[in-house]
Structures are given as structure tokens and as C-alpha cells.
């Protein structure tokens, strides 16, 4: 019997986790209580009983039966099952040491903690402005890249072997459903974790194929040249003799039908030749892969993390999706990043039924088309 004692703070993450996880909220006559019942074809059901507030006395009794409830039908430990509820509103990158780094199982040297930060923070700038325009080479580092890095977090090391593991919160979808991303695009964190890891694919397509190919072409939905510097920059400044990626993907919204959602990946040194290689070619083939367009249509999707109400009074760019009707791609969706007064105009639009027009650059990101405004948003 485990002596783990959770927090009862971490409540409402756990209603979060059920909900992501299929589990039903079925109607109660007791006050105070929230049931949640899950079954599978074929076996009976399972019920777990919460508080629906976290001042109760049980609130930790019932939150720590719960956690023993779901380890016993994934068979994993009671300390995963609270890790994973913890993150539930993160998409996760772990990095593993190999034993022959680790000093007496337990420690690294300084040097290798500080290149891991410092790299890892570059990783994740560089992945947010290829992100944000995907080209071969990062053209800039904006300050919505910054604002996404400095939202990350450093959690915990893992037991069982030295790593670091990396939180980006990507938060609950909008009225806690889970929608495909045709329905409503995945959030900005979601985008850069998944082009790192779409990336480390790239990697092991290359090693498997001996050629660099599927690296130099992946740039659009992985790695540009600039984040294929930072891996060989960690890489060589820890100084193992490998380095484990793993990705694990919050289940709050739609996981990516090719697996990535629970990915690993190990670096060695003829993966670092291949990446260098790849970096050389991407810088030496600058071309422009977008296409400029004027857009028009309806607005179909609108996206804010700051108080709509207080849109003038803040920079960070916002989200709107168009639904436009190319004469080359047909009906399609293009999602592009508005100034904030640019933005307020938009929600008019949108209430008013009207049509809006942008002009820019057109790339194709995945499965997104994304628009790279050249031009106010301007109402028709």
C-alpha cells in the first residue's frame, strides 16, 4: 500500500483527466458529490466518487482512492497516474541521460544541466518562429515566441534514470470538448511540440533511408536549420554518448492520428552527422515556400487569450480562421494572426455576419493553411 498522500488542489485537474480519458459524469442525489463511471464492452462498469469542491475533509481520501482506481486499470503506479493528472494541461517533453552520465545514479556535472537549459530554451524559441513562419531559416524571434517560452515549465526529474522534463501548457479546449482541429486548431503550444517532434521523426526516417531528405524537406511541419543547430548544440555540449526524447501529449485535445502523442526517440552520434548535414543543405536553400494571396470570407473561428473585453490594451497578437474560397485550393480554412485593433474588428465582422479580407503570404503548415498578414484586416 502506497503511503502517497495527494493534494487536494489538484481536484479539478483530476475531473479534467476523467473527462479526457472517456469517463462519464452521471448524475448524483447526494450533494456535495460528482460520480464519474467508465466502462469497456464487455466488462462492468467502474465508478470513482469526487467532491465537487476540495474544502470537503475526504477531498484527499477520495482523491487518493481515485488515483489508486485508475493505476489499477492502466497498470501503472499511483505516483504516474498523479504526474499525469498533474499535467493534464501540458504537452510534455522528457530528456534522458544515459547511466554513463549520471554520477552514482543521482547527479550530473553543472556543465551539462546549464547546456541542457540553455539549449532547450533555444529549441523552443527556434520552434516557435519556424512555427510562426515556416521557413528554412528562423527570419525572427518575436515576442509571442518569447511570451511561449517563458510560459513553459521545468518540472521534476523522473526516477529511474537522470532526465529533465519540459511542461508547455496548452490549457483546456473551449467549454472542456474535445474538438478536431478542423472544428477548432490546436493551441500554439500544441503546434511547436508537435513540429519538435515531428522533427525527431524526420530524424529516424533519415537514419532508416541513409539520406537526409526526409530532414531538408520536413522544415514546413518540423525542423528548420536554426532548431537543427540547438539538438547538435545539446547534443555535443552535454557530451553523453546519447540523448533520449520522449513526447507526451495531453489528451484534452485531439491527439495526432501518426502517434506522436506518445513518441521517443534516441540521439547517437550518426544521427548528429545526418542532422548537421541537413542544416548545411536548409541554409543553402533559402527559396520562398509561401505564396502571396488576398483572402476573403467569413470569419469561422476567433482565438484570444487575453480579456476580450481589454483587447486595446495589450499586444499579443490574436487568432482568426477564414473561411475562404480559393480559386487554386478550393474551400479551405486559413488561420492568420491579427494586431489586437485589428482583432476587435474581427469580432464585429463575425457578429455581423460580414465578410473580411487580408493580404499575405500563404504557407502550408501540416494539415493548416496559415496566412502571414502583409496587410490590416480590413471589413467588407
Same mark, same amino acid.
Given at each position: ?14 475531473? *479534467? ?35 465537487? @469542491? ?37 504537452? #510534455? ?8 552520465? #549520471? ?15 540553455? +539549449? ?7 520552434? @516557435? ?64 511540440? *508537435? ?10 526516417? @533519415? ?17 528548420? @536549420? ?41 540521439? +547517437? ?33 476567433? %482565438? ?34 491579427? %494586431? ?41
Amino acid at each position: 500500500m502506497t503511503s502517497f498522500v495527494p493534494s487536494p488542489a489538484i481536484l479539478p485537474y483530476l475531473r *479534467r483527466y476523467l473527462r479526457s480519458r472517456g469517463w462519464r459524469q452521471r448524475a448524483t442525489e447526494h450533494e456535495g458529490l460528482i460520480i464519474f463511471v467508465y466502462a469497456e464492452n464487455g466488462f462492468p462498469e467502474v465508478s470513482i466518487v469526487l467532491p465537487d @469542491a476540495s474544502t470537503r475533509e475526504d477531498t484527499a481520501k477520495r482523491i487518493l482512492f481515485a488515483l489508486r482506481t485508475i493505476s489499477d486499470l492502466d497498470g501503472i503506479s499511483v505516483e504516474d497516474v498523479f504526474a499525469a493528472v498533474r499535467r493534464i494541461g501540458s504537452d #510534455v517533453i522528457r530528456t534522458r541521460l544515459p547511466d554513463s552520465s #549520471v554520477w552514482r545514479g543521482e547527479s550530473i556535472n553543472l556543465r551539462a544541466a546549464e547546456a541542457f537549459i540553455r +539549449r532547450m530554451r533555444r529549441l523552443l524559441l527556434t520552434a @516557435a518562429a519556424t512555427e510562426v513562419r515556416p521557413h528554412r531559416i528562423v527570419q525572427s524571434i518575436t515576442s509571442e515566441c518569447e511570451d511561449f517560452v517563458d510560459r513553459c515549465r521545468f518540472a521534476h526529474t523522473f526516477e529511474g534514470s537522470f532526465g529533465f522534463v519540459v511542461e508547455a501548457p496548452v490549457g483546456p479546449p473551449p467549454d472542456g470538448q474535445l474538438l478536431s482541429e478542423e472544428q477548432h486548431p490546436a493551441p500554439f503550444e500544441r503546434a511547436v511540440v *508537435r513540429r519538435i517532434a515531428t522533427g525527431f521523426r524526420s530524424v529516424r526516417q @533519415a537514419e532508416a533511408a541513409e539520406s537526409t531528405r526526409s530532414l531538408q524537406a520536413s522544415f514546413q511541419g518540423g525542423w528548420s @536549420a536554426d532548431m537543427c543547430d540547438q539538438v547538435v548544440g545539446m547534443y555535443e555540449e552535454i557530451d553523453a554518448e546519447s540523448l533520449s526524447f520522449g513526447f507526451e501529449l495531453s489528451s484534452e485535445w485531439t491527439l495526432p492520428e501518426d502517434g506522436l502523442d506518445l513518441w521517443n526517440f534516441t540521439l +547517437r552520434p550518426n544521427n548528429i552527422r545526418m542532422i548537421k548535414e541537413a542544416s548545411a543543405i536548409l541554409r543553402e536553400r533559402q527559396e520562398e515556400t509561401e505564396t502571396p494571396v488576398v483572402v476573403s470570407g467569413l470569419i469561422v473561428r476567433l %482565438a484570444s487569450r487575453e480579456n476580450p473585453a481589454d483587447l486595446l490594451h495589450n499586444v499579443s497578437p490574436r487568432e482568426v480562421v477564414i473561411r475562404w474560397e480559393s480559386p487554386d485550393r478550393g474551400d479551405i480554412s486559413v488561420s492568420t494572426r491579427v %494586431a489586437p485593433e485589428d482583432y476587435l474588428a474581427a469580432l464585429e465582422a463575425h457578429s455581423a455576419g460580414r465578410s473580411v479580407r487580408v493580404e499575405g503570404n500563404l504557407a502550408r503548415v501540416g494539415r493548416r493553411w496559415v496566412l502571414h498578414p502583409l496587410s490590416p484586416l480590413t471589413v467588407e
